[in-house]
Nanobody, 115 residues
Framework: QVQLVESGGGLVQPGGFLRLSCAAS????????MSWYRQAPGKERELVAS????????NYADSVKGRFTISRDNAKNTVYLQMNSLKPEDTAEYYC????????WGQGTQVTVSS
């Protein structure tokens, strides 16, 4: 069993920045990769970024490449999503996911980009 605790969401102006954090606890040795997803009203949930626990291989959605950076701290069982140059289109509920032996989701954190 893996539990995920997210933090860092909030309201930010266009062009601003936020850093999301996701701390995993429990059977963390079962984690293969951790990811950030987002879902805006009326849209499908999309994968934003992912990173493997071993090796640190990253993957990004085309819409966030060059602006968002996913990173990990295995000692803390935590992943981060640094979001720069935020756009109104980035407004969504952001969810942390851990997959491997188990598949766990965080509760989500709201990111709103607005003037």
């Amino acid at each position: 069993q893996v539990q995920l605790v997210e933090s860092g969401g909030g309201l930010v102006q266009p062009g601003g920045f936020l850093r999301l954090s996701c701390a995993a606890s429990g059977f963390t040795s079962s984690i293969y990769a951790m990811s950030w997803y987002r879902q805006a009203p009326g849209k499908e949930r999309e994968l934003v970024a992912s990173i493997t626990r071993t090796g640190g291989t990253t993957n990004y959605a085309d819409s966030v490449k060059g602006r968002f950076t996913i990173s990990r701290d295995n000692a803390k069982n935590t992943v981060y999503l640094q979001m720069n140059s935020l756009k109104p289109e980035d407004t969504a509920e952001y969810y942390c996911n851990a997959r491997g032996t188990f598949n766990s989701w965080g509760q989500g954190t709201q990111v709103t980009v607005s003037s």
